[in-house]
């Protein structure tokens, strides 16, 4: 017997009889919806516990990661210091020797003399065997 069947038979018995059907399923109905909000606590207990171990992982990833890129960034602050005092004694020196250009110049001048002084005793050993 169906629900509407059950209320069209109630009608010959009277209104206490729809009164109790009435109530039964009103009950009835209170208790689905207690299950379903215990139900939903439950879930949103367990939603809550989830997000709260995800974030817990995001957490100690986000901290591992930020301290390896700390890392890597002292590194490579470290490098540019080194890097940077490099040219410091560079330029320095640059500047003591008049600058790139002269250093070259000198450097020529150098190989010029010293290329000379072998063709002179290249040129002076091959007239002593003549």
Sequence with gaps: MGFEQLIIAAQNWGPTAISTI???VIS?????????AEEDSDRE????????????????????????????IEKHQN??????????E?????????GWRSELNRVQDLI???????????IELWKGQK
């Excluded at 367990?46 to 390896?68: H, Q, V, Y």
């Design 28 to 36: 009835y109905l209170i208790r689905q919806q207690k299950k379903n």
């Design 112 to 122: 010029i003399a010293q290329n000379n002084t072998t063709l002179e005793k290249i």
């Design 45 to 72: 207990k367990k939603l809550k516990e989830s997000l709260s171990i995800g974030l817990s992982r995001l957490e100690e990833n986000f901290d591992k990661s930020f301290s390896a890129l700390k890392k890597e």
């Design 90 to 98: 560079k330029d320095d020196f640059y500047k003591d020797m008049g």
């Design 79 to 88: 490098e540019i210091g080194a890097l940077k005092m490099d040219k410091l």
């Design 22 to 24: 009435i109530a039964f």
